[in-house]
């Protein structure tokens, strides 16, 4: 079986963002050499979520609006009381971003398929930082 392994890195702009990864995923893919097999793409982060969804701009504002509608950055949480933890003085008061994360999830399977990523029409493979902007890492190893 042939492995290929990559660590992208992404350099986000915005507290909440959606990154199109596709064409990234998709080059190393082509790189791999690999026409049958699978592609695994994993958040490094606990506030950088990888979803499959439409790379459509007012469902990404809608993702955007419900995902903080149902955990405020403001919100009461454990997390956020930094006096009470053992965390670096720069620690950002960021649990709804790992609470979001865990609900969307931190990786995907696809199928490679005659050496493409095997994705439906309106389909594209999402990045979504949750706590930036940072700089950010997303692994993807190619199976086949
Ligand atoms: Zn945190």
Do not use: K
């Not at 049958?36 to 950088?48: F, K, P, Q, R």
């Amino acid at each position: 079986m042939a492995n290929y392994y990559l660590r992208l890195v992404v350099q986000t702009r915005a507290n909440f963002e959606v990154i199109d990864l596709t064409e990234r995923v998709q080059s190393c893919i082509t790189s791999s050499g690999i026409a049958e097999g699978i592609a695994v793409v994993s958040s490094l982060h606990t506030t950088v979520a990888v979803v499959v969804n439409e790379n459509e701009p007012r469902l990404l504002e809608d993702i955007r609006e419900q995902f903080l509608r149902l955990l405020p950055p403001d919100g009461n949480y454990r997390h956020n009381d930094l006096h009470l933890r053992d965390c670096p003085p720069d620690e950002p008061e960021n649990a709804h971003a790992h609470l979001i994360a865990m609900m969307l999830g931190n990786s995907v399977t696809l199928s490679v398929h005659l050496g493409r990523l095997d994705l439906g029409d309106w389909q594209a493979l999402l990045m979504i930082e949750l706590d930036g902007p940072r700089l950010r890492q997303v692994a993807v190893q190619v199976l086949g």
